[in-house]
């Protein structure tokens, strides 16, 4: 079946160093590829999104790329804060059997990576 | 719009004690999900719905009952609380769509203790 691997942490960096969460999926076809953030307390929230091989996600600082050649979409950003202090989930949906409908079976979540950014 | 809510926000259970998790949505989704959050093993389905009326299977559905009665609801019971199904309960929704970027949207957990 489809699987999601992230490195797990915690990762621990000093503010305003350069972030990388690696993220490998196995999956048949063409998968869907996001990141979604926890903040201490709250629910998941997505944080970007790619749909097809080279496709790049953003959003606040954060980047990932979606490459096929090597099943991966590592999470990277520049400079870190301590407000991104969150633990960041990898997940795909799954190649639909049927364009209608597709996604109905919900998200394949690698475990999760707790980032921690001290001052 | 307040989104994805869940009730209650914590709860603890005695071995053998039932309960139900209501979710409720007020973005007029069509797909609604529960999931499971366990310490290092990520989020995992447990069950979902397509629509007002129906339920269907995910990966870790044994122990646990679904309904979807009312478009925006969807609750989840436990007839028989194991240990085992200590955990920080999820629920999502999404809109029903061909379309492969579509984004969930999370409440904010139930946190469930079985003694």
């Known amino acids: 079946g489809d699987s999601v691997t992230q490195m797990e942490g915690p990762v621990t960096l000093s503010e305003e160093a350069f972030l990388t969460i690696n993220c490998t999926y196995t999956a048949t076809g063409y998968p869907s590829l996001f990141w979604y953030v926890q903040y201490p307390g709250e629910g998941l929230q997505l944080l970007l999104k790619a749909t097809k091989a080279d496709d790049k996600g953003s959003n606040k600082g954060f980047e990932a790329t979606y490459r096929k050649e090597t099943t991966s979409f590592h999470l990277e950003k520049g400079s870190v804060q301590v407000s991104d202090s969150a633990v960041y989930f990898c997940a795909l949906i799954p190649t639909p059997l049927m364009y209608s409908g597709g996604g109905a079976d919900g998200l394949t979540f690698g475990k999760g990576t707790h980032l921690i950014i001290q001052p | 719009n307040a989104g994805v809510t869940q009730t209650p926000k914590f709860r603890v259970l005695k071995t053998g004690q039932s309960m139900t998790l209501l979710c409720a949505q007020d973005m007029n989704h069509e797909y609604m999900y529960w999931y499971r959050q366990d310490p290092g093993m990520g989020l995992r389905l447990i069950h979902y719905?397509?629509?007002?009326?129906?339920?269907a299977k995910g990966e870790v559905p044994d122990g646990y009952n679904v309904s979807r009665l009312k478009k925006q609801n969807f609750l989840l019971g436990l007839e028989s609380a194991a240990p085992s199904q200590t955990s920080v309960y999820f629920c999502?929704?999404?809109?029903?769509?061909?379309?492969?970027?579509?984004?969930?949207?999370f409440g904010p957990g139930t946190r469930l203790t079985v003694t």
């Open positions: 719905s397509v629509g007002e009326g129906t339920t």
């Open positions: 999502a929704s999404s809109y029903g769509s061909s379309r492969r970027d579509y984004e969930q949207y």
